[in-house]
C-alpha cells in the first residue's frame, strides 16, 4: 500500500479524504477524536509545501441537503485544532468548490461540504468522482472509517488521482493486521453489542488465533439460548440460536457470562437485580454482565500480552446498566500498564475507555468502527483495494 509519504506534495493540490463523521448535540462536536486523528497528515501536508482540499460525509443525509447533518462544526473545529484559518465550501463539487480550490495558496486549507448531500457519494458514481478529482491533484485516503464502503471518495476517486494512504489508515492497517498475523500470547478478543448477525464473522475469525474469545452484550443471550439456558425477556435473535449452538460446539476458547444484572424495564432509574446463575428469570432483561462475569473477564485480561474489546458488554449509555462495561474499561487498561498490546474500537467501547479517563492508557483506539469489524473477518476492504490500483503519479 503506497502511503503518504511516497508522493511529492510540494506546490500540489491534495485532496484529503477524512473520517469527520462526528457526534453532534445542537451543533456543538461532544466528540472531536476523528477530527484529532486527521493531524498528522494534515500536517505533513502542510509542512511539504501543499494546499488542503478536504472531503468527508456526516451521517445519513440519504443524498440530500440537510442543514443538520453540514460539516461546518467541523472546519470551525479543525481551525482551533491547527491554529489557522479553515475556508468552508457550501458544496463538496460546483462552481463554488472548484473556485475556493482553485484560489488555494500552499499552506491553506479548504473543507468541502458534507460528500452525501449528493447521491453519487454513495453510488460510487465516476462522474461524481471525476469532478470531486478535478479540485486536486493528487488523492489522499486517511478516512480508516469509511474503507469498508465502495463510495466515490473512497473507491472511484482513485481512478483519476494519484493515491495513496495518509498516516491514520497506514496505522489503522498496521495495528490491526499485529491481532491476525503472530499475536503476542496469551490473545484476548472481548466482543460485545446486540447482534451475532454483527460479529458472527469476526468470532469465527478470531477463535482461529486468539486464546480466549470473551463473548458479553445481547449476543451472548443467543448463545445462552442455544444451550437451554432460560434468558427471561432478554433481547434474543431465534433465527441465530442454531448457529450460535454450532459454534459453542466447535470453538472451545469462547467465553460467556455466568451472571447477569436484569432489570425489568430498559429505561434510566429502572431498579436493577443480579442472578445468582446464568439464567434469567420471567418477566427480567439482561442488562449488563455481573459482577462474577466481570471477574472472570478481569482475571483473563490480566493475564493477557495482545487484547482487542470491540462493543460494549451491557446498555452502556445508562448509566445504571454500564458498570460491566467500565469494568472491562479499567480491566484493559490495568493489562495495557502491564505490557499488553491493547486495541479498543467500536463507538460505546471507546466511549468507556475515554469516559472512565482510560483513553491514554490504551494502546490504539480505533476510529472505525464497521471498517475495524470487517478488516478483522478477514474482507477485502473496497478502499484499501483501491488505492492499491490507484493510478500512479
Known sequence: MRTIRNLPLQGKKVLVRVDYNVPLKDGDITDDTRIRESLPTLEHCLKAGASLILCAHLGRPKGAVNPK???????????????????????????????????????????LENLRFHPGEEKNDESFAKELASLAQIFIQDAFGAVHRAHASTSAVTQFLPAAAGFLLEKEISTLSRLLKGPARPFVAVLGGAKVSDKIKVIENLSKTADSVVIGGAMAYTFLKSQGISIGKSLVEDDK?????????????????????????????????????????????????????????????????????????????????????????????DATAKGAFSVVGGGDSVAAVTQGGFAKSISHISTGGGASLEFLEGKVLPGVAALEGAVHV
Not at 482551533?80 to 480550490?101: H, I, Q, R, T, Y
Not at 446463575?277 to 459482577?291: K, L, M, N, R, T
Request: with cysteine; hydrophobic share 40%.
Open 69 to 111: 447533518y453540514s460539516l461546518r462544526p467541523a472546519a470551525a473545529r479543525l481551525s482551533e485544532l491547527l491554529k489557522k484559518p479553515v475556508a468552508f465550501a457550501n458544496d463538496c463539487v460546483g462552481p463554488e468548490a472548484k473556485s475556493k480550490a482553485a484560489a488555494l495558496k500552499p499552506g491553506e486549507i479548504l473543507l
Open 241 to 333: 440460536t442454531d448457529l450460535a449452538k454450532e459454534i459453542l460446539s466447535s470453538k472451545k476458547n469462547l467465553m460467556l457470562p455466568v451472571d447477569h444484572r436484569v432489570a425489568q424495564k430498559i429505561e434510566k432509574g429502572a431498579q436493577v437485580q443480579e442472578t445468582k446463575g446464568p439464567s434469567i428469570e420471567p418477566d427480567w432483561i439482561g442488562v449488563d454482565v455481573g459482577p462474577k462475569t466481570s471477574e472472570k473477564i478481569s482475571a483473563v485480561l490480566s493475564g493477557a500480552k495482545t487484547i482487542l474489546w470491540n462493543g460494549p458488554l451491557g446498555i452502556f449509555e445508562i448509566p445504571g446498566f454500564a458498570k460491566g462495561t467500565t469494568d472491562c474499561a479499567a480491566s484493559v487498561a
